[in-house]
């Protein structure tokens, strides 16, 4: 009995302090920045983003779309969101609402978000898509209550990162070294000796602005040839000389922001650029080779379909359209609850599609497959074959699927490269994450996750047939370059000493040997099916990370180059994030030779991690308080509340948020729970 009363006593003493001062010193450091009140992304429950004095509420933009407040790496920011069943009081419906469910009034209107739609047999069909937004059962012919941005978009003013909601421009993030494309530059620019002198650049057919007068290059990279223009101020006027040539690659269009390049199968001159915004972005055509471009349409990627070039899917946000005349004209075929970021047309059967899905949760694994060109569609769980940990279901954690593709010689074969959306699911022990790569070998009845040997996510997944006809398999990682999967193990290998992020790996259709990749400020290029490579442009006048020591062609600094593409020529086109669009002939890359290694060749095996006493250790290796970087250094472990991705990056080998917790809280954490349990035993 007094034992009981005791502990009693003891419970009546920890509440207040649970209350107050306790919890005051045990989350001291710990809770800061931004806070979201229906934690995180939750569409079904409305919810605030607070960081410091600033907020930002869950609203519903129309009857679907839903803005949602969140906190992205601790700081304010918001996604727009399509609602399936409907939007009402900054929520999404979990169930269709009864006021829409009803049957409708032959030949009504209605409207659907900017989708104008008609009652035909008692059901709601639709007619068009309003391009001014719909109201009230009609589409509105020109824009109304205009604001000051479109909701959810971003953009640079200064060297300020600043994103919309509700109509406004607010501030995100201060850029350190500047902002471009509405992101932070990670590290700043380098001006030319042109911009130096107080210059600009143009090309050379062009003219200087009056108080300038055209100078020599210096520096100046904007096309095949290139002058300054300086201030006429300038003690000395440069005599002009004619045109210098400069191994450069031309550009068609001086436009940031892009981030992906097609080229229509049927139609050399017909090409196809997308302005990227995550999920969403803007379709832009041309019809002259790339000397014109003209904006068509919202869209976030298309694909042709392999068997009938007149086909064209695209997929924007949560939005699946068709085209039926070679992307003349789309048509919107079908909506989905989750946003779409990847699609593949089948290679043997026309008009059937399959949508990696950018899922919330661990119920939503899995891929769209549609037979019909989306306008049905059949989900695909990966749930159904592959057991999850409860690591991954108490967390809830969902997938982004980067990328897709089909086996050459067997349809029935997809990978899918995905990434998990929360990393806090490694704090537990999980990593690798085991579900880097998920393929099915039935057409998607049953899935097997194949990513023993990968220590990153990867971006691209690729399928070719080698010249002894077997099938096979490459991923581009987001970091430690490209890795090959031996199909009798089941295991992936290294292929690359070289660390790089893939952003786009292309194969030459009509010799699957010769393969290019885009790896940011370098294109390079391989002849033997992917086993060595060789860089053949490359930003300013030394790459930064190469294979070799080769001669190539000049891109402008910074370079990052995100797409690749072939015409039938065998020509080049590529998108810069930075720069714009551009061409390289298939002349120029023959021209590219390759120069005598000035350094002996190592014959010593490449070390895939980090040397450290002549000893080649794993990255993620922790010892003697330091560990094995991904870039494959050797680094001292980080202390409490510093930036992290890993917890093999910080001192108590936890990282939480992006941020190493501290070792002497996790210390204190754990000696209080062993005086508690002290106490009661």
């Known amino acids: 009995m007094k034992k009981v009363v005791i502990s009693a006593l003891l419970i009546l003493l920890i509440i207040p302090l649970a209350s107050t001062s306790f919890l005051d010193w045990f989350t001291s450091g710990a809770v800061s920045g931004c806070i979201d009140t229906d934690e995180g992304v939750n569409y079904y429950e409305k919810g605030i983003a607070k960081e410091g004095d600033k907020e930002l509420t869950d609203y519903c933009v129309d009857e679907n779309y839903l803005i949602e407040a969140l906190c992205k790496d601790d700081e304010l920011s918001s996604i727009r969101y399509y609602c399936l069943n409907g939007c009402i009081g900054g929520a999404c419906l979990s169930k269709p609402n009864e006021t829409t469910s009803k049957k409708c009034e032959e030949g009504t209107y209605q409207c659907r978000g900017d989708i104008l739609q008609i009652c035909i047999g008692e059901e709601w069909v639709t007619k068009m898509e309003c391009k001014f937004g719909c109201r009230e059962g009609k589409c509105l012919f020109e824009p109304v209550n205009k604001t000051e941005c479109e909701e959810g978009s971003y953009r640079c003013n200064g060297s300020v990162l600043q994103f919309c909601s509700r109509g406004k421009w607010i501030t995100r993030k201060k850029c350190e070294f500047g902002c471009r494309m509405r992101e932070c530059l990670p590290q700043p620019i380098t001006k030319t000796e042109c911009e130096k002198q107080g210059g600009y650049c143009i090309s050379w057919d062009k003219e200087c602005k009056e108080g300038y007068i055209r100078a020599e290059p210096m520096g100046c990279k904007l096309k095949v040839s290139a002058r300054c223009c300086l201030p006429k101020q300038l003690p000395a006027e440069v005599e002009e000389k004619p045109p210098e040539e400069i191994d450069m690659a031309e550009l068609l269009l001086n436009e940031t922001g ?8 049927q139609d050399d001159d017909v090409l196809f650029a997308i302005k990227t915004y995550g999920v969403f972005g803007d379709l832009f055509v041309s019809k002259d080779g790339g000397l ?5 349409m919202p869209m976030g990627k298309i694909v042709f379909d392999n068997i009938n070039p007149n086909i ?35 290679k043997f059967i026309s008009e059937k599609i399959y949508l990696g899905l950018y899922s919330p949760n661990t119920d939503a694994w899995g891929i769209y497959v549609s037979e019909d060109g989306g306008d049905t569609l059949e989900f695909k769980s990966f749930r159904d074959s592959i057991e999850v940990p409860p690591e991954y279901l108490n967390a809830s954690i969902g997938r982004i699927p980067w990328d897709i593709d089909q086996d050459p010689q067997n349809g029935e074969i997809i990978y899918i490269t995905s990434e998990d959306s929360d990393h806090s699911v490694y704090a537990s022990g999980l ?9 099915t070998l039935d057409g998607g009845d049953t899935f097997e996750a194949v990513s023993e040997g990968l220590p990153w996510h990867s971006l691209v997944i690729v399928s070719f047939i080698d010249s002894s006809g077997t099938t ?18 089941k295991k992936w290998s290294h292929i690359t000493s070289s660390i790089y992020v893939t952003h786009d790996y292309l194969i030459d259709p009509i010799n699957p040997q010769i393969h290019y990749i885009a790896i940011g400020e370098c294109i390079q290029k391989s ?8 860089s053949i442009a490359c930003e300013g006048e030394e790459p930064t990370r190469r294979v070799d020591n080769y001669s190539y062609i000049v891109l402008p600094k910074p370079a990052r180059v995100v797409s690749l593409a072939l015409d ?22 023959e021209e590219v030779e390759e120069q005598p290694s000035e350094e002996p060749i190592s014959e010593e095996p490449a ?30 472990q980080k202390t409490g509340n510093q930036q992290c991705e890993n917890d093999f990056e910080c001192e108590s080998n936890l990282c939480i948020n992006n941020k190493c917790l501290s070792k002497s809280l996790w210390d204190k954490i754990l000696s209080f729970f062993r005086r508690f349990f002290r106490i009661f035993s």
């Open 258 to 265: 892009f981030g992906d390049i097609i080229v229509h199968p």
């Open 292 to 296: 014109t471009w003209n904006h068509k």
């Open 312 to 346: 064209v899917y695209g997929i924007n946000g949560g939005e699946i359209y068709r085209s039926e005349d070679g992307g003349e004209t789309f048509s919107l075929v079908n909506k989905t609850p989750y946003f779409l970021r990847s699609i593949l047309a089948d």
């Open 431 to 439: 990593w690798p994450d085991p579900y880097f790569i998920i393929r």
């Open 472 to 489: 096979q398999w490459i991923a581009g990682t987001e970091g430690p370059g490209l890795y090959k999967l031996n199909l009798q193990e």
């Open 527 to 534: 002849t033997d099916g992917g086993n060595s490579w060789e």
């Open 568 to 589: 039938s020529k065998g020509n080049l086109f590529f998108v810069d994030y930075f720069n714009g669009i551009f061409r390289i002939t298939s002349e120029e890359i």
């Open 607 to 636: 070390c895939d991690g980090c040397l450290l006493e002549q000893k080649c250790l794993p990255y993620g290796t922790r010892t003697k308080g330091l560990f094995c970087s991904l870039e494959g250094n050797m680094e001292k």
